[in-house]
């Protein structure tokens, strides 16, 4: 079969993209080795060589897509100067990601359930962090109770959140264009809330 010609990174990988994709679609109490393992084209046998045990492999497609994800929104950042931008920045980078990847691949790092796993935890948390330390930073830079900006950036990571639910269902809408409907929603909440409105840009 195909797959018995992949090399061992190249099989690592497709395992990994795979397991995101059920884990994502079951849940991780409702993923199986044995379903993980069939749509690989590859044993339950091999899966285990790879991976010791299901939590070792959610912990694997954690740093899978957080560091690939986190590098996206990082890459999409760099170049806003406003906090306004860096908002709005953050979002494209994400749904960006989330396009030429899987739109529903961020679910392992904010998932409901996870395995009872201080590694796990730590990894999805750190990621976590990582994400809200980026908002925050652009939130603290335009407003001067950090108690507001701490409150403002949780908002905006939950209105995330239930934004990329909802994207996953709809397959017709591009990351271009949710990033724009998202601009003219919340660019008029974010000025209000003190953060100046980002410069117009200008085409050569």
């Not at 379903?35 to 954690?62: H, N, W």
């Not at 560091?67 to 994400?94: F, K, M």
């Not at 396009?99 to 790092?109: C, L």
């Not at 239930?162 to 709809?170: A, K």
Request: one cysteine or more; proline letters at 4%.
């Amino acid at each position: 079969m195909a797959s018995a010609r992949l090399n061992r990174a190249e099989r690592e990988t497709q395992m990994l993209e795979i397991a995101t994709e059920v884990f994502c679609e079951r849940g991780y109490a409702g993923a199986s080795m044995n379903e993980i393992a069939g749509r690989c084209g590859i044993t339950k046998p091999m899966l285990y060589l790879y991976f010791d045990s299901k939590q070792r492999l959610y912990l694997a497609c954690v740093n899978f897509v957080g560091d690939d994800l986190i590098a996206a929104i990082e890459g999409s950042v760099i170049e806003a100067s406003s906090p306004v931008e860096q908002v709005l920045a953050t979002a494209a980078g994400l749904f960006g990601f989330a396009e030429q990847r899987d739109r529903a691949w961020w679910g392992v790092i904010y998932a409901e359930t996870m395995p009872a796993d201080a590694e796990v935890a730590s990894a999805t948390l750190g990621y976590r962090d990582r994400i809200f330390g980026i908002l925050y930073r652009a939130m603290a830079a335009a407003l001067a109770d950090p108690v507001d900006a701490e409150l403002a950036t949780h908002a905006l990571i939950g209105a995330g959140e239930s934004l990329l639910r909802w994207w996953v269902d709809q397959p017709d809408c591009t990351a271009a264009e949710l990033t724009e409907r998202l601009t003219r929603l919340v660019l008029p909440l974010l000025t209000s809330l003190g953060l100046a409105a980002p410069e117009p840009s200008h085409s050569a």
